[in-house]
Protein backbone atom coordinates (compact mmCIF):
# COMPACT_ATOMS: atom_id res chain seq x y z
CA UNK A 1 0.00 0.00 0.00
CA UNK A 2 2.94 2.40 0.58
CA UNK A 3 4.46 1.13 -2.41
CA UNK A 4 1.38 2.22 -4.38
CA UNK A 5 1.37 5.85 -2.58
CA UNK A 6 4.98 6.74 -3.15
CA UNK A 7 4.14 5.75 -6.68
CA UNK A 8 1.50 8.04 -7.05
CA UNK A 9 2.62 10.53 -5.60
CA UNK A 10 6.05 10.62 -7.50
CA UNK A 11 6.15 13.05 -10.57
CA UNK A 12 2.48 13.95 -9.70
CA UNK A 13 2.61 17.34 -11.63
CA UNK A 14 3.56 15.79 -14.71
CA UNK A 15 0.53 13.25 -14.14
CA UNK A 16 -1.62 16.01 -13.47
CA UNK A 17 -0.34 17.78 -16.86
CA UNK A 18 -1.18 14.77 -18.47
CA UNK A 19 -4.30 14.24 -17.41
CA UNK A 20 -5.19 17.82 -18.19
CA UNK A 21 -4.37 16.95 -22.03
CA UNK A 22 -5.92 14.01 -22.06
CA UNK A 23 -9.34 14.97 -21.30
CA UNK A 24 -8.60 18.35 -23.85
CA UNK A 25 -7.83 16.01 -26.55
CA UNK A 26 -10.81 14.13 -25.81
CA UNK A 27 -13.22 17.25 -25.76
CA UNK A 28 -11.32 18.51 -28.76
CA UNK A 29 -12.00 14.88 -30.58
CA UNK A 30 -15.91 14.64 -28.94
CA UNK A 31 -16.54 18.38 -29.91
CA UNK A 32 -15.53 17.40 -33.84
CA UNK A 33 -17.30 14.16 -34.21
CA UNK A 34 -20.31 16.23 -32.33
CA UNK A 35 -20.57 20.25 -32.68
CA UNK A 36 -22.90 22.70 -32.51
CA UNK A 37 -24.97 23.56 -35.76
CA UNK A 38 -27.90 25.67 -36.14
CA UNK A 39 -30.84 24.85 -38.62
CA UNK A 40 -34.06 26.07 -39.89
CA UNK A 41 -36.90 24.25 -39.01
CA UNK A 42 -41.02 24.88 -39.95
CA UNK A 43 -42.63 24.05 -37.41
CA UNK A 44 -46.66 23.65 -36.66
CA UNK A 45 -48.72 26.65 -35.14
CA UNK A 46 -51.21 25.95 -32.64
CA UNK A 47 -53.56 28.58 -30.63
CA UNK A 48 -54.18 28.42 -26.80
CA UNK A 49 -56.48 29.96 -23.99
CA UNK A 50 -59.09 31.54 -27.03
CA UNK A 51 -61.90 32.68 -25.17
CA UNK A 52 -65.34 31.18 -25.08
CA UNK A 53 -67.88 32.82 -27.95
CA UNK A 54 -64.57 33.83 -29.88
CA UNK A 55 -63.16 32.75 -33.44
CA UNK A 56 -60.19 33.53 -35.04
CA UNK A 57 -60.54 34.27 -38.58
CA UNK A 58 -57.68 33.21 -40.25
CA UNK A 59 -54.75 31.65 -38.41
CA UNK A 60 -51.34 30.36 -40.15
CA UNK A 61 -50.27 26.82 -40.24
CA UNK A 62 -46.63 27.22 -39.88
CA UNK A 63 -43.52 29.34 -38.30
CA UNK A 64 -40.18 29.49 -39.53
CA UNK A 65 -37.95 28.71 -36.45
CA UNK A 66 -34.02 28.73 -35.85
CA UNK A 67 -32.65 26.55 -33.77
CA UNK A 68 -29.04 25.91 -32.25
CA UNK A 69 -27.58 22.89 -30.63
CA UNK A 70 -25.36 19.53 -31.14
CA UNK A 71 -25.21 18.21 -34.22
CA UNK A 72 -26.52 14.50 -33.30
CA UNK A 73 -29.90 16.60 -31.75
CA UNK A 74 -30.35 18.70 -34.39
CA UNK A 75 -30.03 16.48 -37.26
CA UNK A 76 -32.49 14.23 -35.87
CA UNK A 77 -35.16 16.91 -35.05
CA UNK A 78 -38.41 16.98 -36.57
CA UNK A 79 -40.90 19.76 -37.12
CA UNK A 80 -43.47 17.44 -34.54
CA UNK A 81 -41.01 17.35 -31.95
CA UNK A 82 -41.39 21.74 -31.54
CA UNK A 83 -44.59 24.20 -31.21
CA UNK A 84 -45.57 27.60 -32.41
CA UNK A 85 -47.65 28.85 -29.99
CA UNK A 86 -50.02 31.82 -29.71
CA UNK A 87 -51.51 32.38 -26.24
CA UNK A 88 -54.89 34.12 -26.67
CA UNK A 89 -55.36 34.38 -22.78
CA UNK A 90 -55.23 38.21 -22.50
CA UNK A 91 -58.10 38.77 -25.66
CA UNK A 92 -61.46 39.43 -24.47
CA UNK A 93 -63.34 41.27 -27.26
CA UNK A 94 -63.22 41.02 -30.99
CA UNK A 95 -60.73 43.02 -32.82
CA UNK A 96 -57.50 43.39 -34.40
CA UNK A 97 -54.06 42.41 -32.12
CA UNK A 98 -50.66 41.68 -32.91
CA UNK A 99 -49.57 38.79 -30.82
CA UNK A 100 -45.62 36.90 -30.05
CA UNK A 101 -45.48 33.64 -31.44
CA UNK A 102 -43.40 31.41 -28.36
CA UNK A 103 -41.54 28.47 -28.74
CA UNK A 104 -40.39 26.05 -26.35
CA UNK A 105 -36.68 24.34 -27.51
CA UNK A 106 -35.98 20.92 -26.62
CA UNK A 107 -33.42 20.06 -24.34
CA UNK A 108 -29.90 20.91 -25.02
CA UNK A 109 -30.97 22.95 -27.41
CA UNK A 110 -31.66 27.11 -28.14
CA UNK A 111 -34.42 29.00 -30.05
CA UNK A 112 -32.30 31.32 -32.20
CA UNK A 113 -34.92 33.18 -34.28
CA UNK A 114 -38.77 32.83 -35.17
CA UNK A 115 -39.40 34.14 -38.11
CA UNK A 116 -42.31 35.60 -37.65
CA UNK A 117 -41.48 36.57 -34.17
CA UNK A 118 -45.13 38.22 -34.22
CA UNK A 119 -48.68 37.91 -35.90
CA UNK A 120 -51.79 39.80 -36.61
CA UNK A 121 -54.95 37.93 -35.96
CA UNK A 122 -58.30 39.05 -36.51
CA UNK A 123 -60.88 37.94 -33.76
CA UNK A 124 -64.03 37.65 -34.44
CA UNK A 125 -67.53 36.97 -32.54
CA UNK A 126 -69.28 33.33 -32.63
CA UNK A 127 -72.90 33.93 -34.01
CA UNK A 128 -75.43 31.38 -34.08
CA UNK A 129 -78.92 30.88 -36.21
CA UNK A 130 -81.51 28.96 -37.69
CA UNK A 131 -81.96 27.86 -41.07
CA UNK A 132 -84.12 25.86 -43.37
CA UNK A 133 -82.77 22.75 -44.26
CA UNK A 134 -82.43 21.97 -48.44
CA UNK A 135 -81.89 19.41 -50.55
CA UNK A 136 -80.56 18.19 -53.59
CA UNK A 137 -81.62 14.95 -55.29
CA UNK A 138 -79.38 12.58 -57.26
CA UNK A 139 -81.07 10.26 -60.20
CA UNK A 140 -84.59 9.79 -60.34
CA UNK A 141 -87.15 6.60 -59.21
CA UNK A 142 -87.55 3.10 -60.84
CA UNK A 143 -89.41 3.84 -64.31
CA UNK A 144 -93.05 4.60 -63.64
CA UNK A 145 -91.84 5.95 -60.34
CA UNK A 146 -92.18 9.41 -59.04
CA UNK A 147 -92.13 11.71 -55.82
CA UNK A 148 -95.65 12.90 -55.11
CA UNK A 149 -93.94 16.04 -52.91
CA UNK A 150 -90.80 17.63 -51.63
CA UNK A 151 -88.72 15.29 -49.03
CA UNK A 152 -89.28 15.59 -45.32
CA UNK A 153 -86.92 16.55 -42.96
CA UNK A 154 -87.29 15.54 -39.04
CA UNK A 155 -85.82 18.37 -37.87
CA UNK A 156 -86.54 20.90 -40.83
CA UNK A 157 -84.55 23.71 -39.18
CA UNK A 158 -80.75 23.07 -37.67
CA UNK A 159 -78.95 25.78 -36.06
CA UNK A 160 -75.84 26.47 -37.40
CA UNK A 161 -72.34 27.82 -35.15
CA UNK A 162 -68.89 29.82 -36.13
CA UNK A 163 -66.82 32.88 -36.71
CA UNK A 164 -69.67 35.84 -38.27
CA UNK A 165 -67.32 35.72 -41.72
CA UNK A 166 -67.94 31.91 -41.87
CA UNK A 167 -71.49 32.11 -41.57
CA UNK A 168 -71.99 34.99 -44.37
CA UNK A 169 -70.27 32.40 -46.95
CA UNK A 170 -72.91 29.62 -46.15
CA UNK A 171 -75.58 29.83 -49.04
CA UNK A 172 -77.43 26.72 -47.83
CA UNK A 173 -77.40 23.45 -45.21
CA UNK A 174 -77.64 20.66 -47.91
CA UNK A 175 -78.92 17.44 -47.47
CA UNK A 176 -78.02 15.10 -50.83
CA UNK A 177 -80.81 12.75 -51.11
CA UNK A 178 -79.92 9.59 -53.52
CA UNK A 179 -83.02 8.80 -55.43
CA UNK A 180 -81.49 6.18 -58.34
CA UNK A 181 -83.86 3.28 -58.77
CA UNK A 182 -86.45 4.18 -55.81
CA UNK A 183 -89.31 2.06 -55.58
CA UNK A 184 -90.58 2.71 -52.43
CA UNK A 185 -90.79 5.21 -49.75
CA UNK A 186 -87.66 6.00 -48.19
CA UNK A 187 -86.59 6.76 -44.18
CA UNK A 188 -83.34 7.51 -44.00
CA UNK A 189 -80.84 9.68 -41.68
CA UNK A 190 -78.45 11.32 -43.58
CA UNK A 191 -75.61 13.85 -42.93
CA UNK A 192 -76.30 17.79 -44.03
CA UNK A 193 -73.44 19.79 -44.84
CA UNK A 194 -73.15 23.97 -45.22
CA UNK A 195 -72.23 24.94 -49.16
CA UNK A 196 -70.86 28.57 -50.50
CA UNK A 197 -72.86 29.90 -53.62
CA UNK A 198 -70.80 27.39 -55.64
CA UNK A 199 -71.69 24.35 -53.86
CA UNK A 200 -68.27 24.20 -52.25
CA UNK A 201 -68.68 22.62 -48.64
CA UNK A 202 -68.02 25.12 -46.39
CA UNK A 203 -65.67 23.58 -43.08
CA UNK A 204 -65.20 25.76 -39.65
CA UNK A 205 -68.87 25.66 -39.02
CA UNK A 206 -70.55 23.26 -36.39
CA UNK A 207 -74.37 22.36 -37.17
CA UNK A 208 -76.40 20.90 -34.11
CA UNK A 209 -77.82 19.05 -35.48
CA UNK A 210 -75.51 17.21 -38.31
CA UNK A 211 -77.86 14.25 -39.30
CA UNK A 212 -81.53 14.59 -40.29
CA UNK A 213 -84.07 12.31 -40.32
CA UNK A 214 -85.27 12.51 -44.21
CA UNK A 215 -88.75 10.63 -45.50
CA UNK A 216 -89.41 10.36 -48.87
CA UNK A 217 -93.31 9.20 -50.53
CA UNK A 218 -93.76 7.67 -53.96
CA UNK A 219 -96.23 7.05 -56.41
CA UNK A 220 -97.14 4.85 -59.54
CA UNK A 221 -96.78 7.35 -62.33
CA UNK A 222 -96.03 11.38 -62.65
CA UNK A 223 -97.52 14.52 -61.26
CA UNK A 224 -98.66 17.32 -63.90
CA UNK A 225 -97.48 21.03 -63.91
CA UNK A 226 -99.21 24.16 -66.08
CA UNK A 227 -96.38 26.08 -67.10
CA UNK A 228 -96.16 29.44 -68.89
CA UNK A 229 -94.64 29.37 -72.50
CA UNK A 230 -91.39 31.88 -72.97
CA UNK A 231 -90.30 32.32 -76.11
CA UNK A 232 -86.30 32.09 -76.68
CA UNK A 233 -85.03 34.34 -78.12
CA UNK A 234 -81.46 35.23 -79.86
CA UNK A 235 -79.72 37.84 -82.07
CA UNK A 236 -81.24 41.35 -82.06
CA UNK A 237 -83.47 43.24 -84.74
CA UNK A 238 -81.64 45.38 -87.86
CA UNK A 239 -80.10 48.77 -86.51
CA UNK A 240 -83.27 51.45 -85.55
CA UNK A 241 -85.63 48.29 -84.65
CA UNK A 242 -86.93 47.11 -81.06
CA UNK A 243 -88.97 43.91 -80.66
CA UNK A 244 -92.47 45.49 -79.41
CA UNK A 245 -94.15 42.21 -78.12
CA UNK A 246 -93.98 38.67 -78.07
CA UNK A 247 -97.32 36.46 -78.20
CA UNK A 248 -97.12 32.75 -78.55
CA UNK A 249 -99.67 30.26 -79.14
CA UNK A 250 -100.50 28.50 -76.71
CA UNK A 251 -99.43 30.84 -73.86
CA UNK A 252 -99.48 27.87 -71.21
CA UNK A 253 -98.73 24.20 -71.82
CA UNK A 254 -99.18 21.18 -69.50
CA UNK A 255 -96.52 18.73 -68.70
CA UNK A 256 -95.92 15.53 -66.91
CA UNK A 257 -92.85 14.01 -65.54
CA UNK A 258 -90.77 12.76 -62.61
CA UNK A 259 -91.33 15.06 -59.83
CA UNK A 260 -87.25 15.50 -58.96
CA UNK A 261 -87.55 17.27 -62.60
CA UNK A 262 -90.61 19.17 -63.25
CA UNK A 263 -90.73 20.65 -59.35
CA UNK A 264 -88.07 23.03 -60.19
CA UNK A 265 -89.19 24.33 -63.64
CA UNK A 266 -91.26 27.99 -63.51
CA UNK A 267 -91.63 28.00 -67.21
CA UNK A 268 -91.02 26.21 -70.40
CA UNK A 269 -88.61 27.87 -73.24
CA UNK A 270 -89.10 27.24 -76.95
CA UNK A 271 -86.00 26.38 -79.10
CA UNK A 272 -84.07 29.31 -79.82
CA UNK A 273 -85.92 31.53 -82.59
CA UNK A 274 -83.41 33.70 -84.56
CA UNK A 275 -84.26 37.69 -85.01
CA UNK A 276 -80.94 38.85 -86.18
CA UNK A 277 -81.76 41.43 -88.67
CA UNK A 278 -85.25 41.69 -88.48
CA UNK A 279 -87.38 44.66 -89.73
CA UNK A 280 -91.13 43.34 -89.95
CA UNK A 281 -93.63 40.88 -88.09
CA UNK A 282 -91.90 37.55 -87.70
CA UNK A 283 -93.98 34.32 -86.94
CA UNK A 284 -92.77 31.02 -86.67
CA UNK A 285 -93.90 27.17 -85.36
CA UNK A 286 -91.29 25.85 -83.12
CA UNK A 287 -91.19 23.05 -80.58
CA UNK A 288 -90.97 23.39 -76.67
CA UNK A 289 -87.27 22.80 -75.44
CA UNK A 290 -88.00 19.71 -73.18
CA UNK A 291 -85.76 18.38 -70.65
CA UNK A 292 -85.41 14.32 -71.03
CA UNK A 293 -88.44 12.79 -68.66
CA UNK A 294 -90.79 15.52 -69.18
CA UNK A 295 -93.10 15.32 -72.06
CA UNK A 296 -96.85 17.01 -72.84
CA UNK A 297 -99.77 16.02 -71.81
CA UNK A 298 -102.13 14.07 -73.83
CA UNK A 299 -102.89 15.54 -76.99
CA UNK A 300 -101.67 19.07 -76.43
CA UNK A 301 -100.13 20.62 -79.96
CA UNK A 302 -96.37 20.05 -79.71
CA UNK A 303 -95.39 23.57 -81.90
CA UNK A 304 -95.96 26.51 -80.55
CA UNK A 305 -96.78 29.52 -82.78
CA UNK A 306 -94.65 32.40 -82.13
CA UNK A 307 -95.10 35.92 -83.05
CA UNK A 308 -92.07 38.82 -82.75
CA UNK A 309 -93.66 42.26 -83.43
CA UNK A 310 -90.81 44.71 -84.54
CA UNK A 311 -91.04 48.69 -84.23
CA UNK A 312 -89.04 51.40 -85.90
CA UNK A 313 -87.26 52.80 -82.89
CA UNK A 314 -88.03 56.98 -82.62
CA UNK A 315 -84.95 58.60 -81.82
CA UNK A 316 -84.02 62.36 -81.34
CA UNK A 317 -81.36 64.42 -82.74
CA UNK A 318 -79.79 67.57 -82.22
CA UNK A 319 -78.84 70.07 -84.66
CA UNK A 320 -76.72 73.09 -83.63
CA UNK A 321 -76.66 76.72 -85.00
CA UNK A 322 -79.52 77.26 -87.45
CA UNK A 323 -79.92 80.37 -88.88
CA UNK A 324 -82.74 82.26 -88.02
CA UNK A 325 -84.77 84.85 -90.61
CA UNK A 326 -87.45 86.88 -90.72
CA UNK A 327 -90.51 86.05 -92.03
CA UNK A 328 -93.40 88.69 -93.18
CA UNK A 329 -90.82 91.63 -92.74
CA UNK A 330 -92.16 94.56 -94.79
CA UNK A 331 -89.56 95.18 -97.39
CA UNK A 332 -89.12 98.61 -96.10
CA UNK A 333 -87.66 97.72 -93.20
CA UNK A 334 -84.60 96.03 -92.51
CA UNK A 335 -83.81 94.08 -88.96
CA UNK A 336 -81.51 92.39 -86.86
CA UNK A 337 -81.69 89.20 -84.91
CA UNK A 338 -80.17 88.25 -81.59
CA UNK A 339 -79.03 85.74 -81.32
CA UNK A 340 -78.66 85.23 -84.87
CA UNK A 341 -78.53 80.59 -84.68
CA UNK A 342 -80.42 78.21 -82.13
CA UNK A 343 -80.29 74.53 -81.66
CA UNK A 344 -82.78 72.29 -82.78
CA UNK A 345 -84.06 68.90 -81.12
CA UNK A 346 -86.20 67.02 -83.14
CA UNK A 347 -87.59 63.34 -82.68
CA UNK A 348 -88.91 60.63 -85.45
CA UNK A 349 -88.31 57.35 -86.81
CA UNK A 350 -84.71 56.07 -86.58
CA UNK A 351 -84.26 55.93 -90.59
CA UNK A 352 -85.66 59.81 -91.13
CA UNK A 353 -83.38 61.23 -88.31
CA UNK A 354 -80.63 59.49 -89.47
CA UNK A 355 -81.10 61.17 -92.93
CA UNK A 356 -81.67 64.48 -91.70
CA UNK A 357 -79.30 67.48 -91.95
CA UNK A 358 -79.49 70.56 -91.13
CA UNK A 359 -80.72 72.13 -94.64
CA UNK A 360 -83.79 70.32 -94.54
CA UNK A 361 -85.03 72.44 -91.69
CA UNK A 362 -85.87 76.16 -91.82
CA UNK A 363 -85.56 78.09 -88.06
CA UNK A 364 -87.63 81.50 -88.70
CA UNK A 365 -89.22 84.63 -86.52
CA UNK A 366 -92.88 86.02 -87.59
CA UNK A 367 -94.46 88.92 -86.22
CA UNK A 368 -96.86 91.51 -87.30
CA UNK A 369 -95.15 94.39 -85.73
CA UNK A 370 -93.24 96.08 -87.92
CA UNK A 371 -93.26 99.35 -86.43
CA UNK A 372 -91.96 98.26 -83.11
CA UNK A 373 -88.02 99.04 -82.93
CA UNK A 374 -87.31 96.06 -80.40
CA UNK A 375 -89.10 93.02 -79.71
CA UNK A 376 -89.61 89.25 -78.30
CA UNK A 377 -90.64 86.39 -80.67
CA UNK A 378 -90.65 82.85 -80.78
CA UNK A 379 -88.96 80.91 -82.71
CA UNK A 380 -90.57 78.37 -85.10
CA UNK A 381 -89.20 75.83 -87.20
CA UNK A 382 -90.59 73.91 -90.26
CA UNK A 383 -89.92 70.38 -90.55
CA UNK A 384 -90.12 67.56 -93.15
CA UNK A 385 -93.09 65.28 -91.97
CA UNK A 386 -92.89 62.28 -90.07
CA UNK A 387 -90.38 64.70 -87.98
CA UNK A 388 -91.56 66.35 -84.81
CA UNK A 389 -90.24 69.08 -83.14
CA UNK A 390 -89.15 68.85 -79.49
CA UNK A 391 -87.67 72.53 -78.69
CA UNK A 392 -85.41 75.19 -79.97
CA UNK A 393 -82.79 76.44 -77.62
CA UNK A 394 -83.40 79.54 -77.12
CA UNK A 395 -87.28 79.57 -77.72
CA UNK A 396 -87.05 83.65 -78.20
CA UNK A 397 -85.35 85.58 -80.12
CA UNK A 398 -85.30 89.26 -79.98
CA UNK A 399 -86.13 91.34 -83.07
CA UNK A 400 -84.62 94.94 -83.62
CA UNK A 401 -85.95 96.58 -86.81
CA UNK A 402 -84.66 99.30 -88.45
CA UNK A 403 -86.50 101.83 -90.08
Same mark, same amino acid.
Given at each position: ???????????????????????????????????????FIDVPLAQTNLGEGLA?????????????????????????????????????????? &?????? /? !??????????? $?? @? %?? *??IEKVLNKEVEVEYSLI????????????????????????????????????????????????????????????????????????????????????????????? &?????? /? !??????????? $?? @? %?? *??????????????????????????????????????????????????????????????????????????????????????????????????????????????? &?????????????????? $??? %?????????????????
Amino acid at each position: MKELKNWFLKNIDIKLISLFLAIILWLYIAGGENPTVENFIDVPLAQTNLGEGLAIKEFPTNVSVGIKGPKNIINNLSSHQINGIVNFSEISKEGLY &KLKIEV /A !PPKKTQITRII $PS @E %IK *IEIEKVLNKEVEVEYSLIGIPEKGYSLTDEPQFNPSRVKIIGAQSVLENIKQIICTIDISGLKENLSRKIKVKAVDVNGNEIKGVKIEPDIVEVLISLNRGYPEKQLSVKP &KIIGKP /A !PGYYISEILSS $PN @E %IN *IFGNYSKISNIEFLETIPIDVNGITKTLSVKVPPALEEGLNIVGDEVELIEVTIQVKEAIIQKILKNISVVPQNLSPFVSCEIEPEVVDITVEGKNILINKLEAEDLKAFV &KFTDNFKVEQKVKVQVDL $PEG %ISLIKAEPEEVTVLINK
